[in-house]
């Protein structure tokens, strides 16, 4: 049955405030690219395909703190291959209008407004943003246009208050589930101390907070949160000879990547890493991120092998979603292996870098492609279909079937999309996929990697060392031990120095 309950939200007086400051910046003039990619995928469609689309609007970071946009190649082939499926959405044709948020809060939302009120183009769900500052707004706001929204990548843990954000999804686990792997590492290596540099961002706040709850008895935390929304906090910290302010020997960078190339450049000039420290950081930076020549604008007083020098053999740590068998065939009919494959024949065509979340906007596509499905076989079952020529999305019977008694709603359509994605379950190429009561993703993995340096190809690269598992079992790859992890050699510098 097609729920009665209509999916309109009660705005409170901070949102409206927020809703009329971002929509007076509303331009109404939609781009037909964004960056150097068509607004619109698929946009080169056969005048034999009659299918009416049905539009998502895709929200990524082109910059700021986190970008995103180098997903495209493997949303690209979930929407190739949910359109060449017949099964799903007979008649309509699943597309994305693709928007850049750049990581900002008003950006972000006149971006929304201009994807919800194109003339042209019904919205019948949003993915995005990749980044806290652009996720948050969005998904407040997005809720009272009914729209079902997916995070790929978010993943701050205000997001789980279902009271605020009422119809958003995420692909990725709860940061605040992190805390687990410093424990597990304390554990297995011995170590006492810990010193935290902290970004002021509820993104890390939440994941310091808990690790101090989980660390073993008789070890020592601290943090050094300084680090405000001022861009200049960070540099006067530096000059200032005050970041590395410790004797800790265990330290950890809490921060987006903009502020972790200058704290990891100033761990080189202060001597702070391997083998006499340990520096631990996010790995979902973009590929070679210390590189100067990837960061103009950062003005680091470091070069590419200093920076290098700092990282070799610091850790990084992330929460994932559990890669299932690599060669187990999912939902869309690739397995794991057949994906990473395509995925990397379409990131060459388009010329884009490696994105460790690509995988999760693939799935976030998927799930939306059924939640869609699910919701025309109800309205098919009781004779309507969508009626994607009206710019408000509006539902009607088929003429051959049209009465007075037979219209349905925006808002009922909207909520059967919302309640279909609630409780989604499928096998995606990042695992299985469901959601619990507050739209988080239940599996997950904490992944530990470290910086090494790989003498066949003569550059620093990231390598997986093992997993810390819910159960706070860690799982270390191909042998990996203590003296592999911080090999005996590195009693001096002079052992290693050898890279250059």
Request: hydrophobic share 40%.
């Amino acid at each position: 049955l097609i729920p009665t309950s209509p999916v309109l939200r009660v705005m409170s007086l901070s949102d409206v405030v927020t809703f009329l400051a971002i929509f007076v910046f509303f331009s109404g003039h939609a781009s037909k690219q964004v960056g150097d990619f068509d607004s619109i995928y698929p946009s080169n469609v056969s005048l034999n395909d009659t299918r009416s689309p049905l539009t998502i609007a895709l929200m990524m970071s082109f910059s700021g703190d986190y970008v995103t946009f180098n997903s495209l190649s493997g949303i690209q082939i979930a929407l190739d291959l949910i359109n060449e499926n017949s099964s799903l959405l007979p008649g309509y044709r699943l597309q994305y209008k693709l928007t850049d948020s750049q990581c900002n809060e008003t950006t972000a939302l006149t971006m929304l407004f201009d994807a919800y009120l194109s003339p042209r183009l019904p919205i019948v769900g949003l993915v995005g943003s990749g980044c806290e500052a652009a996720t948050i707004p969005t998904a407040k706001i997005s809720q009272f246009y009914g729209l079902t929204q997916v995070s790929s990548d978010s993943s701050t843990p205000e997001l789980e208050d279902r009271n605020a954000y009422k119809m958003f999804f995420q692909m990725l686990p709860n940061e605040a589930l992190l805390p687990s792997v410093f424990k597990v590492l304390f554990n297995k290596f011995g170590w006492k101390k810990l010193y935290t540099i902290a970004e002021d961002s509820k993104l890390f706040t939440a994941v310091i907070d808990g690790t101090k709850k989980v660390l073993p008895p008789g070890i020592t935390s601290s943090v050094y949160s300084p680090i405000q929304t001022s861009p200049n906090s960070l540099d006067n910290l530096i000059s200032q000879g005050m970041l590395f302010n410790t004797d800790s020997r265990i330290i950890e960078l809490a921060m987006y990547q903009p502020d972790a190339l200058k704290a990891v450049c100033q761990a080189y000039h202060q001597k702070k890493y391997a083998p006499q420290y340990v520096l631990i950081l996010r790995d979902w930076y973009g590929p070679q991120w210390w590189d100067p020549a990837n960061a103009k604008g950062y003005n680091l007083s470091c070069t590419r092998e200093q920076m290098e020098v700092a990282l070799y053999g610091a850790l990084a740590v992330t929460l994932n979603t559990e890669i299932l068998n690599s060669d187990e065939i999912t939902v869309s009919g690739l397995s794991y292996n057949q994906y990473k494959e395509e995925y990397g024949k379409r990131a060459a065509k388009l010329g884009l870098d490696p994105n460790r979340d690509d995988p999760n906007y693939f799935d976030s596509f998927w799930a939306f492609a059924l939640a869609i499905n699910k919701t025309l076989q109800d309205l098919h079952r009781n004779q309507f279909f969508i009626n994607t020529t009206s710019n408000s999305f509006r539902n009607v019977a088929p003429p051959l079937f049209f009465t007075a008694n037979n219209t349905v709603s925006n808002d009922v359509i909207m909520e059967q999309i919302f309640q279909h994605m609630s409780n989604t379950s499928f096998t995606g190429i990042t695992g299985d996929i469901s959601f619990n009561q507050n739209g988080i993703r239940h599996s997950y993995v904490i992944d530990i990697e470290q910086y090494r340096f790989n003498t066949a190809s003569n550059t620093l690269e990231l390598e997986y060392i093992g997993q810390v598992l819910p159960n706070e079992t860690l799982i270390l790859f191909n042998g990996e031990n203590t003296t592999s992890i911080f090999p005996c050699k590195w009693s001096t510098i002079s052992q290693w120095s050898f890279w250059y």
